[in-house]
């Protein structure tokens, strides 16, 4: 009986067990290089999806300030520290003239909170909860003011710098296609742009090249008969 079962168990297969005991080995060798490199790629696509995100969110930041009620809001906040939900209503009718419900305020308020500009102090001690008492105060003062200051500087006089040139310069190609006795009209829009643009508060905004189309349109001028 022992020999019949003998008969019917398969030979070991040495070649099998050392193929196996091969690719164990190997497998063992590279496990920390694979593990290093799962880490690696997981990181880098982790740190690829925050850079992304963090772009999205600064152009969505930035147009918190694309409305010009809640600029007026942070100046309010500017120069009186903090001030409630009714109060700043109030406050924002009787000094530029915007009389706004408090619900249509609370989104404004909502916006400016989500992007970190104000923060949100809600009546803890009130009996009952009271929207129109919730105080709003700056968050970061210093740096909301930085904010302001870099948009209506640096980045409003360099927009409205391209703005008055644009204009000008429609202007300017549009009068070289006119005949001279047309243009008496456009002269004087033209030379009004052309100040605008020589002036201070522009022309250290504009790019070499446009500072010498504006000094060869000067010299147009002077050549368009009267």
Not at 3 to 31: I, M, T
Not at 39 to 56: C, I
Not at 114 to 127: K, M, N, T, W
Request: proline share 3%.
């Amino acid at each position: 009986m022992l020999d019949g079962v003998k008969k019917n168990v398969r030979p070991r297969c040495f070649g099998c067990h050392a193929g196996f005991y091969v690719r164990l080995f190997v497998y063992s060798f590279l496990r920390p290089t694979l593990n290093l490199s799962y880490s690696s790629n997981y990181l880098e696509s982790v740190s690829k999806l925050t850079v992304s995100k963090l772009e999205v969110d600064f152009w969505k930041l930035l147009r918190v300030f694309g409305t010009k009620v809640r600029v007026d809001i942070v100046r309010l906040l500017l120069q009186f520290e903090m001030a409630s939900l009714s109060d700043i209503a109030k406050k924002l009718e009787d000094k530029y003239s915007r009389k706004m419900s408090l619900p249509g305020l609370l989104k404004h308020m909502k916006e400016l909170e989500d992007a970190g500009i104000v923060q949100r102090e809600s009546g803890a001690f009130l009996p009952t909860p009271d929207a129109r008492k919730t105080i709003y105060l700056l968050e970061g003062r210093e740096r909301v003011e930085k904010i302001l200051q870099q948009l209506e500087g640096n980045i409003g006089n360099l927009l409205l710098a391209g703005a008055i040139f644009s204009e000008t310069a429609k202007l300017a190609r549009k009068l070289q296609g006119m005949r001279p006795k047309l243009v008496k009209e456009e002269r004087k829009n033209l030379e009004s742009l052309l100040a605008k643009c020589e002036s201070e508060e522009v022309y250290g905004y504009l790019t070499d090249d446009e500072k010498k189309k504006v000094k060869l349109w000067r010299m147009m001028t002077t050549f368009i008969e009267e």
